[in-house]
């Protein structure tokens, strides 16, 4: 699957909940249900930020574990650190990456809702 079919997924996710609380509201369900509802959109957003942090720590990780490898005297153990180091940043950096972007598409669909 890819980063953009994950993207839809939520944009789906999110439009869906719009509609079943205007429908819980026409059909009478209790105020803590559209609550809920509402509340599912918040923690997406809080669970995004929160992945956004995660992958800013592993990226500050990664950038001081490749300092670290420089200091090394062995040649194997700074070529395994400075290749681990690479890895770490490089998924850090794309996670990160996606999630903002994610985040952005969300909300420009929010912003240009009709």
């Known amino acids: 699957m890819t980063v953009t079919a994950f993207i839809n997924i939520d944009l789906i996710f999110l439009r869906q909940t719009d509609k079943v609380a205007e429908n819980f509201t026409a059909s009478g369900f209790k105020e803590s249900h559209i609550k809920a509802l509402i509340n599912i959109k918040y923690t997406w957003w809080i669970f995004q930020i929160l992945l956004v942090a995660l992958s800013a ?3 500050f990780f990664g950038w001081d574990l ?3 490898a420089y ?3 062995d040649p194997f153990s700074f ?3 400075f290749f681990a180091a690479n890895f770490i940043l490089l998924i850090s ?3 990160g990456l996606s999630f903002v972007i994610k985040m952005v598409r969300v909300y420009k669909r929010i912003q240009n809702k009709p």
């Open 93 to 95: 950096l794309t996670l």
């Open 66 to 68: 490749l300092m670290a």
């Open 71 to 73: 200091q090394l005297k």
């Open 57 to 59: 720590f592993f990226l």
């Open 79 to 81: 070529i395994m650190t």
